[in-house]
C-alpha cells in the first residue's frame, strides 16, 4: 500500500456524510451513534485520505450479522483485527478509501480516546499542524512502507493521546 499524505480536503465531510447513511441503513436500530474519527475528521490537518467511520452500537456481537451487507458496500469484513472488542471493515484494497472501527456504547474507553484525539486535534491547530507535518514527513520518507510509517507516528500518537485524555477530563 503506498502512503499518501495530502492537504485537507473540504470533500471528506461529505464523503463521510454519504458513507455513513449507508451504515446507518444496515445496522439500523442497532446504531446508537456514529462519529467521523481520525485525521480527515479535523479540519486544516494534512492526512492520507482515508475516511475513519466509527459507529457506536447497542451489542458488538450482532455486528457480524451485517458482514454480508457491509460486502455489498465494498468493505473487507477484518473482525476485531488485534483489538479486542472492535469490528473492523477497511474499502478500497490497497487505494484505501473508508475505514469502519465498531464499538459497543459500553466501550467507553476507546470511544473516549478516539473523540479526545479527534476533538483535542481541533482545538489546538498546532498540535494539528505538527502532526500532518510529521505525517506529510513520513510519507515522503517511507513512500511504499505503511509500517515504517506506522512505526514513525507510533510515539508522537502516543504523546497526543495522552495529552487529549488529560484535556478531555479536565475540560468537561
Keep these: 500500500m503506498n502512503v499518501v499524505v495530502t492537504e485537507y480536503n473540504d470533500d471528506w465531510k461529505q464523503k463521510f456524510s454519504e458513507e455513513s ?17 481520525g485525521s480527515t475528521s479535523v479540519p ?5 485520505p482515508i475516511i475513519d467511520i466509527m459507529p457506536v452500537v447497542k451489542d458488538i456481537e450482532k ?15 477484518m473482525g476485531e483485527l488485534g483489538m479486542k472488542g472492535r469490528r473492523y471493515f477497511r ?19 476507546d470511544i473516549t480516546r478516539h473523540l479526545a484525539v479527534r ?9 494539528a499542524h505538527r502532526y500532518g507535518d510529521l505525517k506529510e514527513s513520513l510519507a515522503k ?9 506506522m512505526d514513525g507516528k507510533d510515539s508522537f500518537v502516543k504523546e497526543l493521546e495522552r495529552k487529549a485524555l488529560y484535556w478531555c477530563k479536565i475540560d468537561k
Excluded at 21 to 37: M, N, R, S, V
Excluded at 63 to 77: A, H, P
Design 21 to 37: 447513511q449507508k451504515i446507518k441503513d444496515i445496522f439500523g436500530d442497532e446504531l446508537i451513534d456514529i462519529h467521523h474519527i
Design 91 to 109: 474499502k478500497g484494497g490497497d487505494n484505501r478509501t473508508n475505514q469502519v472501527h465498531v464499538f459497543q456504547g459500553d466501550n467507553k474507553e
Design 119 to 127: 476533538d483535542y486535534l481541533r482545538t489546538y491547530a498546532d498540535e
Design 63 to 77: 455486528i457480524d450479522s451485517f458482514n454480508e451487507r457491509m460486502e455489498q458496500l465494498g468493505y473487507e469484513c
Design 44 to 48: 486544516g490537518l494534512k492526512s492520507k
Design 141 to 149: 520518507q517511507f513512500p511504499r512502507d505503511v509500517e515504517a510509517y
